[in-house]
């Protein structure tokens, strides 16, 4: 029963919504006091604040920013359930959401981060190139935290951020191996298939990056292989990167 008159309260507030926010009223109320005025009936109703986000959010996606960006004002402690809900809600406002959020002021950039890929982990890609954008100095610390949240997905981390930021390929590829090192061959795959002319450098430092792990190590110069570095510049890669020749030989020789 209580469930019952819970969705009849959200219904009702619901029906209100959409002729509140086609235009600013006569008395010169805009639309981020409407929402105001909307989440906090919606809170009166004790209804939360996550599942009042999602309702919004699901029916009024246009109005989603004005919605996310007033509970946010409202609610800065309960930013990961405001995030959460959000991008639950609407997937496609990911990097919105994130940029908001981000340039409130209301928590770490690595929280938010967070927050926002166990959302729907599918935006990743959206989520670290926004908050990439809004925060760049914090870029080697939005790659560790995304790829140790969603290690399965270090290939999409780290080739949407080096497409984004060419010049910090190292630092990417550096942070990436460095919170959780078997990435290192997706993450040189996803390098290499789409900056072939910077293999040295994406060679050279993930050997480097892997050093305690002589496995990965071998299968790293493996995955080069295979996407067509020339042998005698792989050689030389590696071994700059600390590479020994007997794993050049292993890996080269079962190749042929």
Known sequence: MKKIVRLAIVCSSLAYLPSAFTTETKDGTNHSQLSEKFLQIQIEQNITLGRAIKTIVG???????????????????????????????????????????????????TSIVETAINADPSYIDFVVTAAAHSTPEQLTEIVRIAVLTEPDSADYIVQSLAKEHPNKIVDI????????????????????????????????????ESSAHREYVKRIIEIAQNAGVDVD???????????????LSQVLDNNK
């Open 173 to 208: 590829l550096q942070s990436a191996i460095s919170a959780v090192p078997f990435v290192g061959e997706y993450a040189v795959e996803a390098l290499l298939a789409v900056f072939p002319n910077d293999a040295e450098i994406v060679i050279t430092t993930a050997v480097r």
């Open 233 to 247: 510049k792989l050689q030389a890669y590696a071994i700059n990167g600390g590479a020994t020749t007997e794993e």
């Open 59 to 109: 029916h009024y996606p246009q109005r989603a920013a004005s919605i996310v960006g007033t509970a946010l004002d409202l609610y800065p402690d309960k930013y990961k359930e405001i995030i959460h809900a959000a991008i639950s809600a609407q997937p496609t406002l990911a990097d919105e959401v994130v940029t908001m959020a981000l340039n409130k002021g209301i928590s770490s950039c």
